[in-house]
């Protein structure tokens, strides 16, 4: 059974940084794309970075050169470092496992106030 918990989520005061954590549990971890996707409130779920299993990664325009994730596949994790944080980053942030089926985690809370 695939499970997936996020942690690192919080309040941040704009320009600020946090990095969020996703455990994985399952096995082969390392052979499926991994991505952070969030929702903000009255919003549709988008996605936000991906990694493949070689370790490419992709961006949505309006978090380049500010987040970045990355996977250590020994301990079955996938972070994403978010820097220079702005209020409209403010979301639920979700951690993805694309597999045939697709398996999501619970959520973490991301608020971006002053």
């Known amino acids: 059974q695939v499970q997936l918990v996020e942690s690192g989520g919080g309040l941040v005061q704009p320009g600020g940084s946090l990095r969020l954590s996703c455990a994985a549990s399952g096995s082969f971890f390392s052979i499926y794309t991994m991505r952070w996707y969030r929702q903000a409130p009255g919003k549709q779920r988008e996605l936000v970075a991906q990694?493949?299993?070689?370790?490419?990664?992709n961006y949505a325009d309006s978090v380049k050169g500010r987040f970045t994730i990355s996977r250590d596949n020994a301990k079955n994790m996938v972070y994403l470092q978010m820097n220079s944080l702005k209020p409209e980053d403010t979301a639920v942030y979700y951690c993805?496992?694309?597999?045939?089926?697709?398996?999501w985690g619970q959520g973490t809370q991301v608020t971006v106030s002053s």
């Open positions: 993805y496992r694309d597999d045939r089926v697709g398996h």
């Open positions: 990694i493949t299993s070689g370790g490419s990664t």
